[in-house]
């Protein structure tokens, strides 16, 4: 196979959101035709790495089946690479299965080669190619569509794990991606302009799809910054302290993650205080990279066990008072 295929499939490694009805319909019709494709394991993750294949297969001729186009076309502006107006995307996520195959029959009859072209024939295995992924990293991560974006810069001060920076132009981007906390959208919940994407998130409008009148009320997604930063974050922060001297997260060094990349540095130096805390910050220990969390007061012990910050559950970032383990795992299912 000497240039690459213009038809497209991204499997999505994870999650497997695209309903598997939808997925194999399709691929039993590319796999049934005399056609050229190339299966990528996840697009998501190219797109994070700015891969420097991704250029070849995005041209005005691609047939990509993948999912939301609003999501395909910030996720290769993230890579740098723009997407063509002629370019086709069949959602696999949101189109039937049947609907799904008579899209992809229509645009492979248009895009197929004219009778007498002379282009060779090709066996099967010649004509499915794969790009299988680099390592296991899950890409979870944001992107920003900046047709939406009022430069607020609130998920900047909000994120705790420094996935937000701003650029050379002063303009919020994603700068470190691979930081993301796995199912975690918590910044896309308190995005007043709903403006950050989750390409793996199971729920509208934040995994992509087009935003509703009703999502522009914010009814749904609205979170109370203030309340968020007074009680749960603490507890988060406090896990994020333990799980950074066990070496689960990477601790950012002193170049990529200091206070002054945070908008509001407030009274204490992380940022997030919006009054000094009595006894002290133990944001300023966390985010430092301490290995010593903050001091344990039955009262914090309490307050530390009812959140998901302190129990078992996972997201540390993303539940509410009260919830338990079930808020994590239910969402990531999904």
Not at 137 to 150: E, G, H, K, N, Q
Not at 172 to 186: F, G, I, S
Not at 187 to 201: G, Q, T
Not at 309 to 318: K, M
């Amino acid at each position: 196979m000497n240039a690459l295929p213009r038809i497209i499939y991204c499997r999505c490694d994870y999650p497997q959101l695209a309903p598997e009805q939808t997925r194999q319909a399709v691929l039993d019709l590319l796999e049934a035709s005399p056609v050229d494709w190339l299966e990528v394991a996840d697009l998501c993750g190219l797109a994070a790495r700015r891969d420097r294949r991704l250029p070849e297969i995005i041209t005005p001729d691609t047939i990509l089946l993948a999912c939301f186009p609003r999501t395909i076309r910030w996720l290769l502006g993230r890579a740098g690479v723009g997407m063509p107006d002629a370019l086709r995307v069949i959602n696999l996520r949101s189109e039937s299965p049947e609907d799904a195959v008579q899209l992809l029959q229509a645009e492979m009859a248009r895009s197929a080669p004219a009778a007498g072209s002379g282009e060779p024939q090709r066996h099967q295995h010649d004509r499915h190619l794969r790009w299988e992924r680099a390592d296991d990293w899950t890409a979870w991560f944001p992107v920003l569509d900046y047709d939406r974006c009022r430069q607020c810069k609130q998920c900047m001060n909000f994120c705790l794990f420094g996935v937000f920076a701003l650029d050379a132009q002063g303009r919020v981007e994603v700068a470190r991606p691979e930081n993301c906390k796995t199912n975690c959208p918590a910044c896309a919940r308190i995005c007043p302009e709903v403006a950050i994407i989750f390409p793996k998130e199971a729920h509208a409008p934040i995994n992509g799809s087009p935003v509703t009148a009703a999502d522009e009320q914010r009814k749904d997604l609205a979170v109370e910054v203030d309340r968020i930063k007074q009680t749960d974050i603490y507890a988060a922060l406090r896990q994020r302290g333990i799980a950074a001297a066990s070496g689960r997260f990477a601790v950012p060094d002193e170049t990529t993650d200091t206070p002054s990349d945070r908008v509001d540095s407030g009274p204490c130096s992380c940022g997030s205080c919006p009054t000094k805390p009595s006894g002290g910050c133990s944001t300023e220990r966390s985010v430092s990279g301490s290995a010593t969390p903050a001091a344990t007061t039955p009262e914090t012990a309490a307050d530390s066990s009812s959140r998901c910050g302190g129990g078992p559950c996972d997201c540390q970032c993303d539940c509410d008072e009260g919830d338990d383990a079930s808020c994590c795992s239910d969402r990531g299912a999904s």
